[in-house]
Structures are given as C-alpha cells and as structure tokens.
C-alpha cells in the first residue's frame, strides 16, 4: 500500500489491525513533518501501542488521537477507518442507520455522531478557492427562488449561498460565449442566515480569488464587491421567465442538493447542522472525477487528523 489501499481487497488486508491503523493515523498525522508543540523540536518516539508521541528532546507527550476529530471516543481506530471507509467510498455517502449495521454498533446515536464529526473531517479536508468564472446565487433548500421576499427569509426554509465555477466547454463562439458554452467544475455552499451584503460578500470573500468573474444577479446584496477586487457579469433578473434561465448551474447545484438529501438522507436533516451536509455534499462533488475510491478516503483521513480549529466543533458541544 503507498498513501493509501486503492481498493476494498487492500483496506482489508493492510488495515486489519488496531495497531496497524494507528500506525496508518500516525503517519498520515505527520505526513508534512512532526514539531513538538512545546519546544517545536522535529523528532519523536512512540509508545509500543502507538497511542502517543513523545518529544525526542523535551518528553512532550501527545496524544495520537489530540486534536483530531476522533479526540475522546471510545471506539477503536480501526472502527473509525472502517467507517471512514465505507463513508468515503459510498458514490453517495451512507446514513447513520446503515452505518450503525454495518459496524454492528448499539447505538444509533454513535453512528449519528461518528457521521457528523466525518461531515467536519470533510470540510477539514485542504481546498483551494475557486476562481475564473464564477455563477453565484442564493436559493431556499427545498423552496424555489426568493420571489418577493428576498432577504427576509421565513423560518422554516434554509437559505444556501451557492458558488459554481465554470469551465468553457471546447468549441461554441469564443467571441460571444453563453451560459451554455460553460459546464460546471468546483462548487462552494454555505448556509446563510439572510441575502443581506455582509452575509454575500463574507461568502464571497471567503470562497472565490480576487480577480475572478462573478456572474450573478443584480440584487443589491451584491453592490460594491467590485470594490473587493471581483469582475461582475450581470443578468438583469426582470429579463429571464424562470429560474434556469437565471442562474442555471446554480439552481442544478441546488437540485442535487435537494435530490441527495432526499436520496441518502430520506429528507430529513437536522437543519441546525446543514453546514457540515452541504460540506458533505461539496466534497463529494468537487471530487467526484477522482479516479480511485481510495483517493477519497485518503482525504477524509486527511482531514479527520488535522488540527486546524474549525468553528463547527462549536457544535459538537451540543450533542
Ligand atoms: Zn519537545
């Protein structure tokens, strides 16, 4: 196995063990390099069981699981790699029910909690911005487009600011190229508490380069991000008859979005953690052309182990 098993016969042979997955953990953890956090020396030892490191130089010890998303649980690693596993290789993810049988846990509750802290490990997971060409747009989950009451919102409709980068499909006029001269490439989603500028330009700003197309709307929401360093490709929304014609990868985006959920999820999420779903849902996506199941797996570990602090683990508190 290199990075990582390319296939379930190869998960299952190299990942057989508890000590062979922390090893795999350990690994992975300092893949770009071991600093001790106290005296930032760059070698370690490990206890026989590998379940913490020790600083060569100061005895620093830290627990391999620290900071990690698996930090205090009482399941064996290798319960987590299976479920990373099986969570990464599914096309279209797995639901706490199914993953509860397939690791023949007790609780549904651990199930549900292990798939929530893997939606976190997935937004963990390093990603570039998007940039180029960029349609942007704001749609209610499960509703149609704003209508009348844009940026009002009601409450039980859940308000998702959508990015798509586009990518020129060869051939058309390269003179005068329409939205169907572009396909979509990479996604961004975030679940916004209304369509008002601080929300819509905090989004942008937080998603797409500077010096990127936004092509969008003309809702005052997005007035003044040519001040932020974005081109702006204007629809006149009064000109276009439905939504498509609007913003057409945008509401794509929000119809698989819709149709995932009722697909893995029966319809129904907890709208409190809509974030980590659309997390979820973006890197699936945006990796969807990955050539190998394992790939994405090696990612998900990759982010389960990282120990950027992340505002989700907010939520975490709460369950
Ligand atoms: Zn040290």
Known sequence: MSNYPKNYIEF???????IECRKYLLNIRWEKGYACVQCGHGEYWTNEEITYC??????????????????DSKLAVRVWLVAMWLFSTQ???ISAKSLQ???????????????????IAMARAGREPLSGMV????????????????GRGTE?????AVAAQLERIPGGNPDKPSARDYRLSKIRAKHIKNASKAELHGFIKENISKGSTLI??????????GDEGYRSE???????????EKLPHVHLVISLINRWILGTYQGSIDENNLQTYLEEFTFRFNRKASHSRGWLFYRLVQGAVSTKPHPYELLLIQD
């Open 12 to 18: 299952i042979d190299s990942l057989s063990t508890d």
């Open 54 to 71: 020790i600083c060569r130089k100061c005895r620093h010890r830290i627990s391999l699981l620290a900071g990690t998303v698996m930090q």
């Open 91 to 93: 096309k279209d993810g």
């Open 101 to 119: 049988d397939n690791l023949g846990l007790r609780s549904y509750r651990s199930a549900w909690s292990m798939l929530h802290k893997l939606r």
């Open 135 to 150: 349609e942007i747009g704001e749609v209610y989950i499960g509703g149609t487009l704003e209508g009348g009451k844009r």
């Open 156 to 160: 039980k409709k859940q308000l998702v």
């Open 216 to 225: 969008r709307d003309d809702w005052a929401g997005y007035s003044g991000i």
């Open 234 to 244: 204007i629809y006149k929304a009064s000109k276009a008859t439905t939504d498509d």
